[in-house]
């Protein structure tokens, strides 16, 4: 497939130390799609699923010990530990080499090793980068052609260049014990062992559009990042791009595929997905922030995915499809999962393949579900019906507007704009969420995650902050307006106050008018908040204008809080904090005096 040096080298190394039985290249042909899936089957890898309901979709289940990232296991590998900074775990390069080449060493034997080339984001974009993982496993190889651009085309970009990701992954035992997730930034190398989950091992999604991109972003004046992007059509054709930033699983997929209310799409409004959980952003020639979404699928929660909360995740699945850890429905061969309807299914095998019963299936109580809360949906990019025209062009997208978010049952309001890009800067490095089940550990517990990227920065985060603040300088008045949202706030009997999902068009549509200086806004402490009349609440039943004005609230005790909790968050950061930063949090502090 290529005479590219540094690639054949490579792969020589890599096949000396795993000394597998055979080398498959993947070319991502139908033909070789056809013959992996049918060897998956016939090593019991997956299950076909119904041809007629779900053609051309599969069923995985991973070990139970291996269903979440896992961030404890989870490196970054750089000369000097200051350099990966306080957020990562470090260990020195050489003797990470040295304890995964000892993990790694003849793990193949009697395995298959597969060569899979792939770019992230349209291949020969300028925006694109390529990588090639070796792996064992066929249910990665799989995954990857889902969720990549998996094609030998990438070796007629890549020519003779060395400008690529060296991707190792190793199944071994799937021993937790020696589980390593890591990333070597200086060498554009990732290394994985012991684990067959997602996260962890389909190389080109975090690992590296995450880990290793923001590095090069940092490194070569761009930026990866960890949002959605979405085009917002209005009634006279126009669409404006908006790029989010919310923790793993708190409604990326489902914010990025909107339907609108049905007074709106009336109107003409539509949301476009250009991407749901990754955007690759640099400055274009006209000097505005233009994003591509470096992935060619969606690696979705399923669990609450149906037909009212997200129509087109659901539609996107229902053709050549991997599912992996829902609950197979034993009756025609098809899956379920908790909140996808309320037709439990009476003959069903759950997440780990053991018979379920409905009857002791308690909400309240994960252990009696029938689907693993983090299990997902593998679903190609262009099964999604609102794909956006743009997703395949390799230009990108200008992005107006950023939003951070997170779910916090108190403290943010519904939504609020910065002061400016320096205080957006500050919202995101601050930003908080209660965790969720897409990593391992206890769910539930408020923890900052700036831009949402805690688990993803591939350097120190002080001079990520920097780096936001230098592209920031660079963008000038070009640069997009920046916002926080939160759909999370709940009322004292723990319910969502706010409706969520396609009535965050109204947010959105708030959002795009400020960047147009169409409405103005009411200054607070932090940042501009919407007058309660200009967030349309037309055919919202049960939602009164009070409850909206209770949302957008801003209450001081509850802020002077958050700013202390801020104060102790910045410490770690030590002197690479930014002196911008320190200075907005003291300006923070003294608008909530005023
Ligand atoms: C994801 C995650 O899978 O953030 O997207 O964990
Ligand atoms: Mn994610």
């Not at 684990?195 to 940092?218: D, E, H, M, P, T």
């Amino acid at each position: 497939m290529t005479n590219n040096k540094s690639v054949l080298n490579w792969i020589a190394e890599v096949k000396d130390l795993v000394t597998p039985d055979n080398v498959v290249w993947i070319d991502g042909s139908e033909k070789q799609i056809q013959e992996l899936r049918d060897e998956s089957v016939r090593i019991g890898e997956m299950e076909k699923l119904n041809e007629e309901k779900l053609p051309g979709c599969y069923l995985h289940r991973t070990k139970e010990n291996d269903v979440a990232r896992v961030e404890a296991r989870t490196f970054i590998c750089t000369t000097k530990e200051e350099d990966a900074g306080p957020t990562n775990n470090w260990c020195a390069p050489a003797e990470m080499y040295k304890k995964l080449y000892d993990i790694a060493r003849g793990s193949y034997k009697g395995r298959t090793m597969y060569i899979v080339p792939f770019s992230m984001g349209p291949i020969g974009s300028p925006l694109a980068k390529i990588g090639i993982e070796i792996t064992d496993s066929i249910y990665v190889v799989l995954n990857m052609i889902i969720m990549t651009r998996v094609s030998p085309k990438v070796f007629d970009v890549l020519g003779d260049s060395n400008d690529w990701v060296r991707c190792l992954h190793c199944k071994c035992d799937i021993d937790p014990e020696n589980r390593y997730i890591c990333q070597f930034p200086e060498d554009n190398t990732i290394i994985s062992v012991n684990s067959g989950y997602g996260g962890n091992v389909l190389l080109g999604k975090k690992c590296f559009a995450l880990r290793i991109a923001s590095y090069q972003g940092w490194k070569e004046g761009w930026m990866a990042e960890h949002m959605l992007i979405l085009g917002l059509e209005n009634p006279k054709g126009e669409v404006k791009y908006i790029a989010a930033a919310f923790p793993s699983a708190c409604g990326k997929t489902n914010l990025a595929m909107l339907i609108p209310p049905e007074y709106l799409k009336k109107k003409g409004y539509k949301v476009w997905t250009v991407g749901d959980d990754i955007a690759w952003m640099r400055i274009g020639e006209d000097g505005r922030l233009y994003a591509i979404n470096p992935e060619n699928g969606f690696f979705g929660v399923a669990p609450g995915t149906n037909s009212k909360s997200n129509f087109n995740a659901l539609e996107s699945t229902k053709k050549n499809t991997i599912f992996t850890n829902v609950c197979l429905n034993l009756d025609d061969n098809t899956v379920w999962w908790e909140g996808l309807n309320k037709d439990l299914p009476e003959n069903a095998l759950d997440w780990k393949g053991n018979k379920w019963d409905p009857k002791k299936f308690n909400k309240a109580d994960k252990s009696t579900c029938a689907a693993h809360p983090n299990s997902r949906f593998t679903a190609p990019a262009e099964n999604c019906p609102c794909i956006s025209d743009e997703f395949d062009k390799g230009a990108g997208v200008p992005i107006s507007a950023i939003i951070f978010g997170g779910r916090r049952a108190k403290t943010a309001p519904l939504v609020y704009q910065s002061k400016n890009w320096e205080n957006g800067v500050f919202v995101g490095s601050a930003m908080a969420s209660e965790t969720t089940a897409a990593a391992a550990g206890a769910v539930g517990v408020v923890r900052r995650d700036p831009m949402a990227m805690l688990p993803f920065c591939g350097y120190h985060m002080g001079d990520y902050f920097q780096h936001w603040l230098d592209m920031g300088k660079k963008l000038g008045d070009k640069a997009p307006k920046i916002f926080n949202v939160n759909w999370f706030r709940t009322d004292d009997e723990g319910n969502f106050v706010w409706p969520g999902f396609g009535d965050n068009m109204r947010v959105l549509n708030w959002i795009i008018d400020r960047c147009e200086d169409k409405v103005d806004a009411v200054e607070t402490a932090i940042g501009f908040v919407p007058n309660p009349d200009d967030i349309d609440l037309t055919d919202l039943k049960d939602f009164s204008r009070e409850t909206l004005v209770d949302i957008l609230n801003v209450d001081k005790e509850t802020w002077l809080k958050e700013a202390a909790e801020i104060e102790e968050h910045y410490k770690k950061f030590g002197d690479r904090l930014p002196a911008e930063l320190k200075k907005q949090l003291e300006t923070l502090k003294e608008n909530l005096n005023k």
